[in-house]
């Protein structure tokens, strides 16, 4: 089973940026479209941002404008580039590979200072 690891978190000043990268141990290519989710404490995990296996975006209100998802399938890896980041975006940002299922990955904490 692909598995996924998560990288780039940490912590940055309000108007900042992050770019948070997810590398796969397998082709990325089979899976219908990898996402970015994010989960704040006490608060359901929400879809952030994703992509299709054809290159089609999808992102939540809360961060078009600012967040751009990418893709290099050559190299198994998924990209978040988080621009004018707010305090509200502290998170623990997942990667996710959804197929028939959903593969996870551990998470990378993203924390945004006011």
């Known amino acids: 089973q692909v598995r996924l690891v998560e990288s780039g978190g940490g912590l940055v000043q309000a108007g900042g940026s992050l770019r948070l990268s997810c590398a796969a141990s397998?082709?990325?290519?089979?899976?219908?479209?990898m996402g970015w989710y994010r989960q704040a404490p006490g608060k359901q995990r929400d879809l952030v941002a994703s992509?299709?296996?054809?290159?089609?975006?999808n992102y939540a209100d809360s961060v078009k404008g600012r967040f751009t998802i990418s893709r290099d399938n050559a190299k198994n890896t998924v990209y978040l580039q988080m621009n004018s980041l707010k305090p509200e975006d502290t998170a623990v940002y997942y990667c996710?590979?959804?197929?028939?299922?959903?593969?996870w990955g551990q998470g990378t904490q993203v924390t945004v200072s006011s």
């Open positions: 996710a590979a959804m197929g028939r299922g959903a593969i």
């Open positions: 397998g082709s990325i290519r089979s899976f219908n479209a």
């Open positions: 992509i299709t296996s054809s290159g089609s975006t």
